[in-house]
């Protein structure tokens, strides 16, 4: 979707009466919502995938603080 578009359905939104408005956003959200609950679903599932495989690290704070020092970060 192009700007344009976007623009376009924004001007369209502004032109409905409140009640429309609300109706509409209430949807959006609704969507949003799913979107990410389908998401959350997801990682959650990779992360059973992993685990069974034995894909995971088992330890202490320290030694995680220890394997993330290994890693570079830049800004």
């Known amino acids: 979707m192009?700007?344009?578009d976007i623009n376009?359905?924004?001007e369209d939104f502004s032109t409905l009466d409140i009640e429309s408005?609300?109706?509409l956003v209430d949807i959006f959200?609704?969507?949003v919502n799913q979107s990410k609950?389908?998401?959350l679903i997801n990682a959650v599932r990779e992360a059973e995938v992993?685990?069974?495989a034995g894909n995971v690290?088992?330890?202490s704070v320290q030694d995680?603080?220890?394997d993330l020092s290994q890693f570079k970060i830049t800004a």
Do not use: A, S
């Open 2 to 4: 192009n700007k344009n």
């Open 8 to 10: 376009t359905i924004v």
């Open 21 to 23: 408005q609300e109706y």
């Open 29 to 31: 959200q609704k969507q």
């Open 37 to 39: 609950r389908e998401k």
């Open 50 to 52: 992993n685990y069974n």
């Open 57 to 59: 690290k088992h330890g």
């Open 64 to 66: 995680l603080m220890k």
